[in-house]
């Protein structure tokens, strides 16, 4: 412990309509904040807090062919299964793991239908774990463009990348879709 992170990332597919295109592009957008807990000197001066990091990247899809990859592995995580009555549950716990949480469009329905799933360390942390890695080497600082537009920002601040995180399904779709 001794330090404190939050991180949201979008993925999304940028298109000038409905319908898959081969010129669609696929883009990430990620916010991170990351904050040491400090220290206190000697106990007699005050406390002195640590540096704050704040990150914003971005990955374009067709320079990363990791991406794709990721798309499609999330596609092969296990069906989600609730415990039921003799499954896990009560109780409460203190860690250190971060817990991930992964949305995205249902693979039926309208439109709006969304999946939500998140855990410790499960299949979807595994999965981002895995995804993490392999995406390292394409963030970049540098904003995508696409037919000759620079991409808008989803997480343009930390209050933009918090209403993101806290966006529900029955909001609809952010009021600058792509």
Same mark, same amino acid.
């Given at each position: 412990?001794?330090?404190?992170?939050?991180?949201?990332?979008?993925?999304?597919?940028? @298109?000038? =309509?409905?319908?898959?295109?081969?010129?669609?592009?696929?883009? %990430?957008?990620?916010?991170?904040? /990351? &904050?040491?807990? !400090?220290?206190?000197?000697?106990?007699?001066?005050?406390?002195?807090?640590?540096?704050?990091?704040?990150?914003?990247?971005?990955?374009?899809?067709?320079?990363?062919?990791?991406?794709?990859?990721?798309?499609?592995?999330?596609?092969?995580?296990?069906?989600? @299964?609730? =415990?039921?009555?003799?499954?896990?549950?009560?109780?409460?716990? %203190?860690?250190?793991?971060?817990? /991930? &949480?992964?949305? !995205?469009?249902?693979?039926?329905?309208?439109?709006?239908?969304?999946?939500?799933?998140?855990?410790?360390?499960?299949?979807?942390?595994?999965?981002?774990?895995?995804?993490?890695?392999?995406?390292?080497?394409?963030?970049?600082?540098?904003?995508?463009?696409?037919?000759?537009?620079?991409?808008?920002?989803?997480?343009?601040?930390?209050? %933009?990348?918090?209403?993101?995180?806290?966006?529900?399904?029955?909001?609809?779709?952010?009021?600058?879709?792509?």
């Amino acid at each position: 412990m001794g330090s404190t992170a939050d991180e949201v990332t979008v993925i999304s597919r940028i @298109s000038n =309509g409905n319908a898959l295109r081969p010129s669609d592009a696929w883009v %990430a957008e990620q916010r991170r904040y /990351t &904050t040491s807990l !400090g220290r206190i000197p000697d106990g007699k001066e005050p406390y002195v807090p640590g540096p704050v990091v704040r990150d914003h990247r971005w990955i374009d899809g067709r320079t990363c062919p990791a991406l794709l990859t990721a798309l499609r592995d999330v596609t092969a995580l296990p069906p989600v @299964s609730f =415990g039921g009555p003799d499954g896990v549950g009560g109780g409460s716990f %203190a860690t250190d793991t971060f817990m /991930t &949480t992964l949305r !995205g469009p249902a693979p039926y329905g309208v439109p709006a239908d969304e999946i939500r799933r998140s855990d410790y360390g499960g299949p979807v942390a595994r999965w981002w774990q895995r995804t993490e890695e392999a995406l390292e080497p394409c963030w970049t600082p540098k904003k995508p463009s696409h037919q000759g537009a620079v991409i808008e920002e989803y997480l343009s601040s930390a209050a %933009a990348a918090d209403a993101w995180a806290r966006r529900r399904p029955e909001d609809g779709p952010p009021s600058h879709e792509r």
